[in-house]
């Protein structure tokens, strides 16, 4: 793979005089840092307050899965700001392990989460619509946006949209760890396309997250931006400002001056794990990309004495899977979309790890 890995003139995101895995856990605060500053915006603060209230209780699927909607409600800057989750899990007596899906929609189940199946498995799910955070758009009045700059404007490194999602998982988090069915040492949090470039952005900021989870995430998401296909900084920055910090902007046209790639987004979850998966028609967000991320993030866990990629000394096809080191990956033949199919091989993964 190097030959691939050197055409992408891949930063190292190792540095000497790390040898450890506390001596990474350094290195790794400055990579958040720097994807923050740089690329997302730095996430609001935790909210001075939080409480969980409950608003109503069903049963799905002949009774296997039991269906809560809670409202969180948070004070930030003094302001309240509230928005609701889904909590689905199978009736059990033992300790689940769980997934915060950040999802396009807030329909349980949907299509993108079929709930029968993944309870069925023994997992439970806290999800809940990007949009109850905040409009997808440039719109900073909106939810929490308007919350958090109140008619002002951003500071250059300030949050963009995928950074008030991401902050919005970490809510979720702190309402399941008030749940004594949900293991809260084994938590998931997945997003598909600009959702998975946030259930990435969750992962590297929260460390409570076990695992992170993208699904086709593409341009700043998983896939590498130097010399990527399909999207790009320019194509993206046009069509979804919005989605970056204002510092964000300068690298349009310029990949090559980016101080990072999006394997230090991968790197941010060593020494915990990270699954990527990709669409072998999903061209736009170029699964060829997301692949060599993975490949390049892999070092940091052999520095560390971990195993990382284990993949095979080629480029990806159709129907691969890999399971074995701490970064999971597969690559499902289609097109752009998060289906069952995807949801199994998770599960697969995740009860491996
Ligand atoms: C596209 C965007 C991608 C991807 C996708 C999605 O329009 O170009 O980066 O995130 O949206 O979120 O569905």
Sequence with gaps: MKEFLEERNIMPVWQDGCYTIDEYLNRRRE????????E??????????ISFSEVSEKELFLGKVILKKIIITTTLNGKPFSFPIYHSMP??????PFFVMINFRDSVPDVSLPIDEICERGYAVISFCYKDI??????????????IYDGQKRNPHDCGKIAMWAWAASR??????????????????IGHSRLGKTALLAGATDERFYCAISNNSGCCGAALSRNKVGENLKIICNAFPHWFCENFMKYVDREMDLPFDQHFLIAAMVPRKVYVSSSSEDLWADPVSEY????????????????????PNRLPVAGDVFHQGSIGYHLKEGKHSL?????HHFIDYLNIH
């Design 292 to 311: 060599l991320s993975c490949c390049a993030a892999d070092e940091v866990y052999a520095k560390i004495g971990m195993e990382g990629f284990t993949h």
């Design 134 to 147: 905040t409009s997808d758009d440039g719109d900073f009045n909106d939810g929490l946006a308007g919350i």
């Design 91 to 96: 009736k059990t007596v033992k300790k689940l």
């Design 31 to 38: 990579i958040v840092d720097l994807l923050c500053f740089e």
């Design 339 to 343: 289906i069952s199919e995807d949801w």
């Design 172 to 189: 979720a988090m702190d309402y399941a760890l008030t749940i004594p069915e949900l293991d809260s040492g084994k938590a998931t949090v």
């Design 40 to 49: 997302y915006g730095y996430l609001p603060p935790k909210p001075e307050q």
